[in-house]
């Protein structure tokens, strides 16, 4: 048979326009795999790689919770509670929070180590501004995940050597903000129950809100309903226990975290009284984290009961640790605020929240106030509603 471009049936034009396409998608193809390889070549593509093949194998090990649930012989008895534990925070975080699930936290992915990534957040030692690493679609984060270790490790190093504060800690899970339906991990899956609901409904909340642009507020909002909603959960569910030392940490955590407010603000004062890029400057940094360490064992550690105070001894005050804490821990008593004029309901906080935070997504921790401003402490907003501004 005659091939199609050959045969006298098809008008010369036609063939020059099927053989310009044919040679247009050849060099397509051939451009996007020298691309491909010029990627693999460099630091940044090379991590891309890694961290596509590490999702693709966490992807390929899921099994439904149920199926994992049901398998006696593989599943102790242990892992069997702490799988219906997620089972049902989910389901609530869903049913009753009106959280965004998808399929997310459904399977189950044994890894093969303890630590699932080591995050790495850095800062210069004579400024308050993080580091921040670019990524596609998401935007820019102050913080990086590794899956390998050794890698967090060493780029830590070299940091410190050109002059930054370097943070390194283990995370037991991630969100991938809806693009993959999430497994639980095993690295989770050995939290107590207690950080188990709270994380699950903490990573949910990624799935129903992600403002581009604004990790801090989303982190802290997910800290918030991640707490709250675990409040809520183990209440329904009877676990007064559990409800009272849930709510014992969350009050900790809001201490530290304006405790955290109060340090940056301490240090940006002795910032601004010496020039950039002086020794001085970093020497005056360095005296007002000597203070506000004596300050947090002896004036906050006493106030903080869920806290050991040989936790507090080991932090690494400086500006990396503290621009990372404060991702996690930004106004949180403003969150509580709301939550406290909605009538205590996490589910028309979530809602409210939400709704600000997309109509004003440049400024969303502004929204915040504003909204306070205008409905009065003491004033409960009706209705169990989202409710705008009066």
């Given at each position: 048979m005659a091939d199609e471009l050959t045969s006298p049936a098809v008008p010369r034009h036609r063939?020059?326009?099927?053989?310009?396409?044919?040679?247009?998608?050849?060099?397509?193809?051939s451009l996007l795999a020298a691309v491909a390889l010029l990627a693999l070549v460099t630091p940044d593509g090379r991590y891309v790689a890694r961290a596509a093949w590490e999702e693709g194998k966490i992807l390929a090990r899921r099994r439904p919770i149920a199926a994992v649930i049901a398998d006696s012989a593989g599943t102790s008895p242990a892992e069997r509670r702490s799988l219906q534990l997620v089972v049902d925070a989910r389901r609530f975080a869903l049913d009753s929070l009106q959280l965004t699930g998808g399929e997310s936290f459904t399977t189950y992915s044994r890894l093969e180590r303890d630590t699932l990534v080591l995050l790495l957040s850095a800062a210069r030692r004579d400024t308050l501004a993080p580091f921040t690493w670019w990524f596609p679609v998401v935007g820019r984060f102050p913080y990086?995940?590794?899956?390998?270790?050794?890698?967090?490790?060493?780029?830590?190093?070299?940091?410190?050597e050109a002059g930054y504060d370097t943070y390194v800690r283990p995370a037991s899970a991630f969100s991938t903000l809806g693009w993959f339906n999430d497994p639980l991990l095993s690295t989770t899956l050995r939290l107590d129950s207690l950080d188990l609901a709270g994380t699950v409904i903490h990573e949910l909340t990624h799935n129903t809100l992600f403002v581009r642009g604004q990790v801090t507020f989303n982190?802290?909002?997910?800290?918030?309903?991640?707490?709250?909603?675990?409040?809520a959960f183990f209440r329904a569910r009877g676990q007064l226990r559990a409800v009272r030392q849930l709510e014992a940490e969350w009050r900790d955590e809001k201490l530290l975290g304006s405790f955290w407010g109060a340090t940056l603000s301490a240090i940006d004062s002795a910032y601004a009284t010496h020039p950039a890029d002086s020794a001085a400057?970093?020497?005056?940094?360095?005296?007002?984290?000597?203070?506000?360490?004596?300050?947090?064992?002896?004036?906050v550690a006493p106030r903080l009961p869920t806290v050991p105070r040989a936790r507090l001894e080991r932090l690494p005050l400086d500006n990396a640790f503290l621009l990372a804490r404060r991702v996690y821990a930004a106004d949180l008593w403003v969150f509580d605020a709301v939550h406290e004029r909605l009538g205590g309901s996490v589910q028309a906080s979530v809602a409210l929240?939400?709704?600000?935070?997309?109509?004003?997504?440049?400024?969303?921790?502004?929204?915040?106030?504003?909204?306070?401003?205008?409905?009065p402490s003491g004033a409960v907003v009706s209705g169990g509603t989202t409710p705008g501004p009066s």
């Open positions: 063939r020059r326009l099927r053989l310009a396409g044919r040679f247009v998608a050849r060099l397509l193809a990086k995940g590794f899956f390998d270790h050794a890698q967090a490790v060493r780029i830590a190093a070299s940091m410190r982190e802290s909002f997910a800290s918030f309903v991640g707490t709250r909603g675990a409040i400057r970093v020497a005056a940094r360095d005296t007002v984290f000597e203070r506000m360490r004596r300050r947090l064992l002896d004036e929240l939400s709704r600000l935070a997309r109509e004003q997504p440049a400024d969303p921790f502004g929204a915040l106030y504003r909204w306070l401003d205008e409905h």
